[in-house]
């Protein structure tokens, strides 16, 4: 069952601290050499992002950033993982960096057609 990991943060707390991305790239290694990690990344910030909008058949963007944002989403990784239970593991071990918020949501499957 995949798994996707949402790691939030305030909008303007910066960079994280070389520490934190270095137990970070530790443990997407790990992940990587046990076949578990399916992709992973991190997300520009808000002032280089752009919404997309459908609102009655007509097109909107807004250009951020967005002054709304108290939380964005920093990063993300896709897992390919046996339960929930080793989902919620996995975010705990992220969440124990430090710094950082963590979300792990199972991927709905998909209708062939």
Do not use: W, Y
């Amino acid at each position: 069952m995949r798994f996707m990991m949402l790691v939030k943060h305030a909008e303007n707390s910066g960079a994280p601290p070389k520490e934190l991305m270095d137990a970070i790239a530790k443990l997407s290694e790990e992940a990587v050499k046990a076949g578990t990690m399916v992709a992973s990344g991190g997300l520009a910030p808000t002032a280089a992002s752009t919404r997309v909008r459908v609102s009655r058949g007509q097109i909107t963007t807004t250009d951020g950033p967005f002054t709304k944002a108290k939380e964005i989403v920093g990063g993300f990784a896709i897992f390919d993982l046996k339960s929930k239970e080793e989902a919620v593991e996995g975010a705990l071990r992220l969440l124990l960096l430090g710094r950082a918020r963590a979300c792990a949501r199972g991927s709905a499957p998909l209708e062939q057609r």
